[in-house]
T-cell receptor
């Protein structure tokens, strides 16, 4: 069964550094998402992406965050200057359609900012 | 602003019995609801969904019930198996691109 893959599984970085989290969505999916889960808390929406542009973003997704689909397969999340509070599990997801279609998640990247 | 709430952080059930996980929502514009299961160190796995035009959807051992007037949905797992032990999230969608998740319920199925 096709799956969403994320790399790396764990990223440790120092405060103020830039990080790029990578995702390969399911190949025939058209909608892409990033969510995050701070330890013990709920899964929070960050951003959705369709047709090479952001379709919706949350208040968490400020100017420090950006997304890109640099080629036909990868979908990346960049955090320009990491803060301690960015430490979380970051999940990439994709779906066939933008509505009434389940999201399929990767196994996440654990980001630790020290 | 908790639009999707799972008020029970944990639930323990004996193997073979029914597990009932509950979820409440506040936004009457939500029209599509989903349940996910999550194991440690893995991403959420889609289980079952329901559209707001239905009140029940069944897939094998999993059944989701939707009560729109009460803004409540539930997931029934019967019979429960030890492999069902995981954190279960409900999620809701309202026609935008955003899916909103609840805080999760940790289910433990006792052998």
């Amino acid at each position: 069964e096709p799956e969403v893959t994320q790399t790396p599984s764990h990223q440790v970085t120092q405060m103020g550094q830039e990080v790029i989290l990578r995702c390969v969505p399911i190949s025939n999916h058209l909608y892409f998402y990033w969510y995050r889960q701070i330890l013990g808390q709920k899964v929070e929406f960050l951003v959705s992406f369709y047709n090479n542009e952001i379709s919706e973003k949350s208040e968490i997704f400020d100017d420090q965050f950006s997304v890109e689909r640099p080629d036909g397969s990868n979908f990346t999340l960049k955090i320009r200057s990491t803060k301690l509070e960015d430490s979380a599990m970051y999940f990439c997801a994709s779906s066939v359609a933008g509505q009434n279609s389940p999201l399929h998640f990767g196994n996440g990247t654990r980001l630790t900012v020290t | 602003d908790q639009q999707v709430k799972q008020n029970s952080p944990s639930l323990s059930v004996q193997e073979g019995r029914i597990s009932i996980l509950n979820c409440d929502y506040t936004n009457s514009m939500f029209d599509y609801f989903l349940w996910y299961k999550k194991y440690p160190a893995e991403g959420p796995t889609f289980l079952i969904s329901i559209s707001s035009i239905k009140d029940k959807n069944e897939d094998g051992r999993f059944t989701v019930f939707l009560n729109k007037s009460a803004k409540h949905l539930s997931l029934h797992i019967v019979p429960s198996q030890p492999g069902d032990s995981a954190v279960y999230f409900c999620a809701a969608h309202s026609g935008t691109y955003k899916y909103i998740f609840g805080t999760g319920t940790r289910l433990k199925v006792l052998a």
